[in-house]
């Protein structure tokens, strides 16, 4: 059974958000993944060439936001 869990380094040990369905004892693989933000999980959608930040600054500019030009 795998799960994915989100946790926090602190202090030298990785610290889980919520409980983990495990049993004392229970030995596990763990595999770390840094958390990536939704400008980064979606930069390629659209063929982007700029930088993130560039991508960042123009989809939270209030001007390209729909809802405003209503």
Same mark, same amino acid.
């Given at each position: 059974?795998?799960? %994915?869990?989100?946790?926090?380094?602190? &202090?030298g $040990?990785l610290? #889980? !958000?919520? #409980?983990? #369905?495990?049993?004392? =004892?229970?030995?596990?693989? $763990? @595999? @770390?993944? #840094?958390? %990536? &933000?939704?400008? =980064?999980? %979606?930069?390629?959608?659209?063929?982007? %060439?700029? !930088?993130?930040?560039?991508?960042?600054?123009?989809?939270?500019?209030?001007?390209?936001?729909?809802?405003? !030009?209503?």
């Amino acid at each position: 059974m795998a799960i %994915t869990v989100e946790a926090v380094y602190e &202090n030298g $040990v990785l610290k #889980p !958000s919520a #409980p983990l #369905p495990l049993k004392e =004892q229970e030995r596990v693989e $763990v @595999i @770390i993944k #840094p958390k %990536t &933000n939704w400008v =980064q999980e %979606t930069a390629g959608i659209i063929g982007w %060439t700029g !930088s993130h930040e560039e991508l960042r600054e123009f989809a939270l500019d209030p001007e390209m936001d729909p809802e405003e !030009s209503a």
